[in-house]
């Protein structure tokens, strides 16, 4: 089988989940693994980046997403609308 299972846990004093949350599924885990183990993900290296820190980047992290849930929102209304008004005045001419 070519699938690896790993756990981590999150509940220590410095690390974040939400920031975990924003971090792990940027990391490209296949260029990183080596035997089986994942080079770039170490404790030490996550407590390099304190909680504040991390909290201030899934601050604007959470951010971005909203404004892109906001922007997927505004394109569907204005495709709804520019839709109406086409069928409002495609029944005009008619």
Do not use: T
């Not at 892109?68 to 109406?84: A, T």
Request: proline share 2%.
């Amino acid at each position: 089988m070519n699938q690896g299972v790993w756990r981590l846990d999150p509940k220590l004093r410095f690390l974040d989940q939400k920031y975990l949350f924003h971090f792990l599924p940027g990391l490209n885990f296949d260029l990183m693994m080596v035997k089986g183990i994942i080079l770039c993900l170490s404790v030490n290296r996550l407590r390099q980046l304190n909680i504040s820190v991390q909290q201030a980047i899934v601050f604007k992290l959470n951010k971005f997403l909203e404004l892109k849930k906001e922007l997927i929102l505004r394109k569907k209304q204005h495709k709804f609308l520019s839709e109406k008004v086409f069928e409002f005045y495609s029944s005009v001419v008619a």
